[in-house]
Nanobody, 121 residues
Framework: QVHLVESGGGLVQPGGSLRLSCAAS????????MGWYRQAPEKGRELVAS???????NYADSVKGRFTISRDNAENSVTLQMTSLKPEDTAVYYC???????????????WGQGTQVTVSS
């Protein structure tokens, strides 16, 4: 079983910065793509950014140039650095990791519990 623990959410003023971190633990053989999703009130969950094991990144158009995703493969962790935050970035942010528990097990999607990010003056 894989557990994801997030940290770093909170309240920030428009234009401010926040850093979200997520660490995977448990019975991990390998971790493929890791990423961050978010869900605002009354909206569906959307991809914010993702990063492959090799470091290839993908960003939602709405966050390009403002958010940076990175990962530490040795620690099975992923970080989202958010700058120039806007009120529309307000949402619950979820960590996601595609991982497997053994060499022959299938990759499965795993989710963190979510962390609230509120951008407001």
């Amino acid at each position: 079983q894989v557990h994801l623990v997030e940290s770093g959410g909170g309240l920030v003023q428009p234009g401010g910065s926040l850093r979200l971190s997520c660490a995977a633990s448990g019975s991990i053989f390998s971790v493929d793509t890791m990423g961050w999703y978010r869900q605002a009130p009354e909206k569906g969950r959307e991809l914010v950014a993702s990063i492959t094991y090799g470091g290839r990144t993908n960003y939602a158009d709405s966050v390009k140039g403002r958010f940076t995703i990175s990962r530490d493969n040795a620690e099975n962790s992923v970080t989202l650095q958010m700058t120039s935050l806007k009120p529309e970035d307000t949402a619950v942010y979820y960590c996601n990791a595609r991982a497997r528990t053994s060499r022959y097990a299938p990759f499965r999607e795993n989710w963190g519990q979510g962390t609230q990010v509120t951008v407001s003056s």
